[in-house]
């Protein structure tokens, strides 16, 4: 099971930092990725992180401003949400499944568990 938290509402600009908490013995052999969703429009990828925390992927548009990180201690991953962007609601997912190329984060299709979700807006 994954658990969202952390989202909320911000100005253009601001910050949030969403966290995902993971139940199960086997968090710390998952990969794990955060998509986000605008009501009408297809789930896009933002970031993914291996299950050892070495490798990882961002979408072009949060390249340089999010940041991915795991604490497998703690079966939590986090993602830094900085100078957000565009007057918008979408809602972040959390994913998670083995996968065995780091080529795989940025695919949703690859990951067969995922969070309820956590609905972030920001405002101009």
């Known amino acids: 099971q994954l658990v969202e938290s952390g989202g909320g509402s911000v100005q253009s600009g601001g910050s949030l930092r969403l966290s995902c908490t993971a139940s199960?013995?086997?968090?710390?052999?998952?990969?794990m990725g955060w998509f986000r969703q605008a009501a009408g429009s297809e789930r896009e990828f933002v970031a993914g992180i291996s299950w050892i925390g070495d490798t990882t992927s961002y979408g072009s548009s949060v390249q340089g401003r999010f940041t991915i990180s795991r604490d497998n201690a703690n079966n939590t991953e986090y993602l830094q949400m900085n100078r957000l962007q565009h007057a918008a609601t979408e809602v972040y997912f959390c994913?998670?499944?083995?996968?065995?190329?780091?080529?795989?984060?940025?695919?949703?299709?690859?990951?067969?568990?995922w969070g309820q979700g956590t609905q972030v807006t920001v405002s101009s």
């Open positions: 994913a998670a499944d083995q996968l065995a190329l780091a080529s795989e984060l940025g695919d949703s299709g690859e990951y067969d568990y």
């Open positions: 199960g013995p086997s968090f710390k052999s998952y990969s």
